[in-house]
């Protein structure tokens, strides 16, 4: 139940906690810190935790930047899967 991402350019996405949790594609290989863990909450809703255990949000307060910086799941750490 592990994943990860690969951007555009070809680097891996990983929750840099020098920056605070915040998700960056800067990453040339794929380790523990750029592996999230995928956890399904509904029929097609899901969350990722990061390696530390902290949850990804969409943080409002960081102008909708993903950042993996919260302790607990709840709706603001939840993301709708579709299908294209």
């Known amino acids: 139940n592990k994943v990860a991402f690969q951007a555009d350019n ?3 996405v990983s929750a840099d906690f020098n920056e605070g949790g915040r998700l960056v594609a800067n990453r ?3 380790d523990a810190w750029e ?3 995928l956890i399904k909450v509904g029929s ?4 990722f935790q ?3 255990g902290k ?3 969409a943080d409002f307060n960081e102008g909708g930047r993903l950042v993996a910086n919260r302790d ?3 709706a603001w750490e939840t993301f709708e ?3 294209r």
């Open 35 to 37: 592996t999230f863990k």
């Open 44 to 47: 097609n809703k899901v969350a």
């Open 50 to 52: 990061a390696d530390n």
């Open 55 to 57: 949850y990804v949000s």
């Open 72 to 74: 607990r799941l709840d």
């Open 28 to 30: 040339d290989r794929l």
């Open 81 to 83: 899967l579709i299908e």
């Open 10 to 12: 070809g680097k891996y």
